[in-house]
């Protein structure tokens, strides 16, 4: 039996970020399958490699992030998404737990909150 | 839950208990009264008997009476209504005992019943002989005679009739008697128990009817204590919401706030009524649109069961709001709230309402800000110190001159006559290359704090820049933000002081023979006064070997009683020994093979010497053996830079062309280097001379050497003396 597996997508625009969270990831349950730089390429990224988590960043351009939520959501109802944003929008933040996100993560943030915030959301119900 | 059971099961053990009473009761009394009504029939039952039981010997009696009467002739009349009487009311009884009887169960039982029967059996004869006896005419009875009175043929029927019953009946009156006797005992008998049996019934009842009393006792009291304590419990309550300085409140899930709230919740929020409104009616005039619109959402989120409620609280976007209180008069008074959210569950699953809590927290945050501000204002500070440390101290001293320098000229710029537009333009521009310059500099050397300061005097000057209309006021700014800058430069300046003196401290320290290296010594040297000299001459050392260049142009720095500098010229003597040592290399020494070409020894040589070279002066000597002051290049050199037009250039004598080089913006480099691009320098030690009220000689000899003398006034003559004693 395995230990229990997670497949994790990060979307963000920025590549720093992306890298960052990549190399973040300590979590030997969870393992990194790809990066997409907005909503749109999520949902391909999605179709394709099948992830259980999300770090989803919510501002970012062709499709924001609230409402690739919203969609992945439904496409998956069992998926687990991690929010990633500055402090300063909650109202994003609210929409986006709204629409069926599992987690929230403050912007700038460090790689142990990082990874806390990542164990919360694989450990949560 | 455990104890709600509990509670549930001592509620209903009275309560069964009592059900049960009740029920009890109510039987007992059915059984009662129907036993009431048995008693009484058998009693009316023995009444009966009983009665009857007379009647035969009154029959009997009666008929003997008759009997007599005929034999005597005598009027029996009465006797024989009396006899009809009597049967009549015999039969009447037998029918209402018989009625009596099956009313008193006692016609089912069969020793009553027969006896009954029996006693009917022995009265039928008697009563039909007493019938034929009635048709006999009571008139008539006698017929009057010479011999008196004799009997009639219905008289002598009727004595014969009469004779006959008393002479047949005999035998069955006493049966009857006997009967109706035993049948009376019998229903005694069945009166006795059913009297008894009535007796313990209402025993029972009363037993029943105490224990129901005792329970419903047991009620009421319970009642009363759970009473008591729910008035008690809402006490407490009406006590923690009347005390608590947090408001408290409940929202329901159609946004109302509920009834009971702490009462600090209207003067918290200056909201009247908060009860029955909804909470985005109680935040209305609190917040703007946006924060509203988020509140609602937030809220929203509290009632979906399946979101964290941790997460929740971490968006909650009520956690801090600024709201202005309008006043009666007066400006608004700004207060921080902050608003927490729990949901609340009653028994069931799910959401009931959600707690709302409010607290005042402008204290908190004021607090904080001043925090902040103390923080940032200690992380400059010791960003500063970090900058100071981190940069080479020569090349920093230098870059405060610089800026001291560059300040100062934009100062003189600025002050100096011209109001025309193109005047203005011209002090502009000069006064933003200066700062483009500083700028430049500092960000190569890692100085923040004073890039973001020429920046901002660079921003100010290219609005001006773009202005039309250009006045002298409109230049305040500018001189606000030199000041600044000024300022900052003098405070860098200080601190570099202190953690020079710290430096010297430390290399003192070091300098003393182990023997001597205890505390005590330690403590001595750093106790010593103005241990900077000695600092200055590494300070020097280290400037001489960083403006040189290895190979090129070498120098050899020879410092003589520089640790005697007293500390109120240590900060000026120091200014200017760096200024001019490094002055010294690039205009004076000559690159080596230009040395070795005019005969000289290769490395160039540089003196300083301060000594106290009269009671009333102190001298600093600055010397290279370099290559001397050119009147005729100083001459080019001001026309070049305008600082002299051609007739004052043709005019300038020796001497005025050595003073020249002490004018601002004058600079003999021609190439712009690290180290003494920007030409500055001289005119900042003249300056500085002048400002201690000391003056400034040179004397040169061109290729041979120059020399500067610098003559400072003693303020203490006791000052040199401690000094050098130190």
Not at chain 2, 381 to 405: D, G, R, Y
Request: net charge neutral.
């Amino acid at each position: 039996m395995d230990a229990p597996h997670h497949r994790l997508l990060v979307v963000d625009d920025s590549n720093v970020i992306r890298k960052r969270i990549e190399r973040a990831n300590e979590l030997p349950e969870i393992e990194f399958v790809g990066a997409a730089r907005n909503g749109r390429e999520a949902l391909e990224m999605h179709a394709q490699l099948r992830p259980t988590l999300v770090t989803m960043d919510l501002t970012m351009p062709e499709m924001d992030g609230a409402e690739c939520v919203a969609i992945l959501v439904q496409r998956d109802p069992q998926i687990r998404i991690l929010v990633i944003s500055a402090l300063a929008d909650k109202l994003t933040a609210i929409d986006a737990l709204e629409k069926g996100a599992s987690g929230f993560l403050c912007k700038p943030f460090t790689d142990r909150q990082l990874n806390e915030a990542l164990r919360k959301l694989i450990s949560a119900q | 839950m455990a104890r709600l059971s509990l509670n549930q099961r001592v509620q209903w053990l009275p309560l069964a208990l009592a059900a049960v009473c009740t029920a009890a009761l109510a039987l007992l009394l059915f059984t009662g009264v129907r036993l009431a009504a048995r008693l009484q029939s058998a009693s009316s039952a023995l009444q009966l008997a009983s009665g009857l039981t007379a009647q035969p010997q009154l029959l009997r009696s009666e008929l003997t009476l008759i009997q007599r009467g005929l034999e005597t002739q005598t009027y029996v009349g009465d006797s024989l209504r009396s006899l009809a009487a009597g049967r009549t009311t015999s039969n009447q009884a037998y029918a209402r005992l018989e009625t009596a009887m099956r009313a008193a169960g006692l016609a089912a039982r069969t020793d009553a019943a027969s006896r009954y029967a029996q006693a009917r059996t022995h009265w039928q004869p008697l009563d039909d002989g007493l019938a034929r006896l009635e048709k006999t005419r009571s008139a008539g009875l006698y017929a009057d005679s010479a011999g008196g009175s004799t009997l009639t043929a219905s008289g002598t029927a009727l004595k014969r009739a009469v004779d006959e019953l008393l002479a047949t009946q005999s035998h069955n009156t006493a049966a009857l008697a006997g009967e109706l006797g035993d049948l009376a005992a019998l229903v005694r008998t069945a009166v006795v128990r059913d009297g008894q049996s009535l007796r313990t019934l209402l025993l029972g009842g009363a037993g029943l009817a105490s224990l129901l009393l005792a329970t419903m006792l047991y009620f009421a009291w319970r009642a009363g204590q759970a009473a008591r304590a729910a008035s008690e419990a809402q006490r407490q309550i009406g006590n923690i919401l009347g005390t608590v300085r947090e408001g408290l409140f409940l929202i329901a899930r159609d946004g109302r706030i509920g009834g009971a709230h702490s009462d600090s919740l209207v003067a918290l929020l200056r909201a009247p009524a908060p009860a029955g409104q909804t909470f985005e009616e109680l935040l209305r005039p609190l917040v703007d649109e946006k924060t509203l619109l988020g509140a609602g959402k937030f809220l929203g989120l509290l009632w979906k069961d399946k979101v964290n409620e941790e997460l929740i609280e971490s968006v909650n976007p009520l956690s801090q709001i600024e709201v202005n209180f309008q006043r009666a008069q007066g400006p608004a008074e700004q207060r921080y709230l902050s608003f927490s959210f729990r949901r609340a569950r009653g028994a069931g699953a799910g959401t009931d309402f959600v707690l709302g809590v409010v607290a005042d927290v402008t204290d908190r945050v004021l607090l904080q800000r001043e925090l902040e501000q103390l923080r940032a204002s200690n992380d400059s500070q010791s960003s500063l110190l970090l900058q100071l440390l981190q940069t080479e101290p020569v090349q920093l001293q230098s870059f405060l001159n610089n800026v001291e320098v560059g300040v100062r000229r934009c100062n003189a710029l600025l002050r100096s006559p011209g109001i025309g537009a193109a005047e203005l333009q011209q002090k502009i521009q000069g006064v933003f290359r200066e700062m483009h310059s500083l700028k430049g500099e500092a960000a190569a050397l890692g100085m923040d704090s004073f890039v973001e300061r020429t920046h901002a005097v660079e921003e100010l000057l290219a609005a001006l820049r773009e202005q039309a209309g250009l006045a002298g006021d409109d230049f305040v700014g500018v001189v606000v933000k030199l000041d600044d800058l000024l300022s900052h430069q003098q405070l860098l300046a200080a601190m570099q002081e202190r953690v020079d003196q710290a430096r010297n401290a430390a290399v003192s320290a070091s300098d003393i023979p182990p023997d001597k290296h205890g505390d005590t010594a330690v403590i001595s040297t750093r106790a010593a006064p103005a241990p900077r000299p000695a600092g200055l001459e590494q300070i020097l050392q280290r400037l001489a070997r960083e403006v040189s260049a290895p190979g090129a142009r070498e120098v050899r720095l020879a410092c003589e009683g520089l640790e005697r500098v007293p500390a109120e010229y240590a900060g000026v003597v120091r200014d200017i020994s760096i200024q001019m040592v490094r002055n010294a290399i690039v205009h004076g020494i000559e690159a080596r093979d230009e040395r070795a070409a005019a005969g000289k020894p290769p490395v160039g040589t540089i003196r300083i010497r301060f000594s106290e070279a009269s009671p009333q002066e102190y001298s600093l000597l600055v010397e290279d053996d370099g290559q001397g002051l050119d009147p005729a290049r100083i001459r080019d050199h001001a026309l070049e830079r305008g600082l002299l037009d051609v007739e004052q250039a043709a005019a300038l004598n020796q001497t005025g062309a050595y003073r020249m080089i002490f004018q601002p913006g004058f600079s003999t480099a021609s190439e712009v280097t690290e180290h003494a691009g920007r030409g500055v320098g001289l005119d900042v030690v003249n300056t500085t001379v002048r400002e201690c009220g000391g003056r400034i000689g040179i004397s040169t000899q061109p290729g041979k050497y120059t020399r500067f003398k610098m003559m400072l006034p003693r303020h203490d003559a006791t000052d040199p003396a401690q000094s050098s004693a130190a």
